[in-house]
């Protein structure tokens, strides 16, 4: 989720100067799922694709599932608030959509992993983003800036969701539940980690997805053991924070949902 020392409360402040854009009559205008207006107050440029499936599948982990060769993967390593680079964690996450689901895939390099143990699986793990997880911050409503869910989920597939809200306080409910599904699988020996999500599009309130729609979203990972000094902070799309928190929505980027 971010490193502990500020995740929570500053970065609401980092935020601020978005209500005022979301005044705006243009920016209000903007329909579910379409473009953002020449306004917008994005500052991401990065854009990924999610192929549509004709069939839903449930998780399991494995990546080689033919849905999964003909999607569009992206890849990153670098820091998610500076140019450094983590080749050792290199990560690939692609995108599928149905109907009814939006599936996203990781697939993790890793030295050592860091997890919790000993937890129950069916219950969702607060400040899971202590260990290594991978996460999906999904906006189905881009004009909304400041809305959007969050899911993340560990090596040993321990899992949270949350809807993100930073104009209220506190700004993450826990007691949200999107009943997404999701399983990993770990192959020690190549030093590889992969996660399926299905998420359920109504639980984001989205009744329906069109071909073309396009929402606001970004991929971050946590690896490695110690404290956050130690730890790696990965984004897909990098984040403008001074106080190095992945809840920057203006940093996220776009994907769009294709046929």
Not at 31 to 54: D, H, N
Not at 196 to 212: D, G, H, Q
Request: with cysteine; aromatic share 14%; charged share 25%.
């Amino acid at each position: 989720m971010a490193p502990s020392k500020y995740r929570r409360w500053l970065p609401i402040l980092l935020c601020v100067a978005t209500c005022a854009l979301l005044r705006d009559p243009a920016a209000r205008a903007e329909s579910k799922g379409k473009p953002m207006s020449a306004s917008s107050p994005y500052t991401s440029s990065l854009q990924t694709t999610a192929q549509f499936s004709r069939e839903d599948f449930s998780p399991d982990g494995n990546l080689e599932k033919p849905a999964w060769r003909k999607a569009q993967w992206v890849t990153f390593s670098h820091d998610a608030f500076s140019p450094k680079s983590y080749p050792v964690s290199e990560t690939a996450v692609a995108s599928l959509w149905t109907a009814a689901y939006v599936y996203f895939a990781f697939r993790c390099k890793y030295a050592t992993l860091n997890v919790y143990e000993g937890e129950d699986p069916a219950k969702k793990k607060w400040e899971l983003w202590n260990r290594d997880v991978v996460e999906v911050f999904a906006n189905p409503e881009p004009q909304r800036v400041n809305h959007y869910y969050e899911f993340e989920v560990s090596p040993n597939n321990l899992w949270i969701d949350l809807e993100i809200d930073l104009d209220k306080i506190p700004f993450n409910d826990s007691a949200w539940n999107s009943g997404f599904e999701h399983a990993t699988r770990v192959d020690a020996a190549k030093h590889l980690w992969s996660c399926e999500m299905r998420i359920p599009l109504r639980s984001m309130n989205v009744p329906r997805l069109e071909a073309n729609a396009e929402w606001r979203v970004n991929f971050f990972r946590a690896d490695g053991p110690g404290s956050d000094a130690q730890r790696r902070f990965l984004s897909w799309s990098p984040v403008r924070s001074e106080k190095h928190s992945f809840h920057v929505p203006t940093s996220f980027g776009v994907i769009r949902f294709v046929k």
